[in-house]
């Protein structure tokens, strides 16, 4: 992991734009070349450079695999090396800032394929489409959101679940005047060395 990095939980806001654009730069590519290969838009990629606007996880993802680093490389999530997650042990963290909070479920084991997170989202956030490689589970554990798959728009509630392609455009946003709680689970790989 880049010695650049700071976790959130220490109170310091980690810079994704300027890692981002220094990296960028580094391999002599331009907000383009980016752009093209992560399916997002010149403009967007520029806000965040300029940390104007925060990615998702989903999105930083796909950012890192265009540059060729693991999305460590922007942000350092808690370490999740042992196989039992105690609720009272984990942490939260957040992407650049971003009100959105995580915390790490999966282990990292050799042969892992599964990303997983408890997500909590606050009252009117909303995410950028995007869509990606793999598949994506999405569990309401608490209050509700509205999330976009190809443009139908459905309304989940505390229990509901939805499954599917990653590369169905998707988003999700919180419409309600609480805090939505999910429980995320994907193929994407999320914070894996």
């Excluded at 309600?176 to 999320?190: A, E, F, I, Q, Y």
């Amino acid at each position: 992991m880049s010695t650049a990095n700071t976790a959130v939980h220490d109170g310091v806001r980690p810079c994704v734009g300027a890692l981002m654009r220094e990296r960028r730069r580094q391999l002599q590519m331009t907000l383009q070349d980016v752009c093209a290969a992560a399916g997002i838009s010149v403009g967007y990629l520029s806000q965040v450079e300029r940390d104007q606007a925060t990615p998702s996880l989903g999105t930083l993802a796909q950012i890192a695999r265009c540059l060729g680093v693991g999305i460590d490389y922007f942000v350092s999530a808690p370490a999740a090396e042992d196989l039992l997650s105690k609720g009272t042990d984990r942490r939260r963290f957040a992407v650049d800032g971003s009100p959105v909070q995580y915390e790490r479920l999966a282990s990292d084991f050799a042969g892992n394929t599964l990303s997983s997170f408890i997500i909590h989202i606050p009252p009117g956030y909303a995410s950028e489409t995007v869509s990606h490689e793999g598949e994506e589970i999405v569990y309401v554990l608490e209050g509700r959101l509205i999330h976009s798959l190809d443009g139908e728009e459905m309304k989940m509630e505390t229990g509901d679940c939805l499954h599917f392609r990653g590369s169905r455009p998707h988003a999700w946003r919180n419409d309600s005047d609480k805090v939505t709680t999910l429980l995320w689970t994907g193929t994407l790989p999320l914070f894996r060395p």
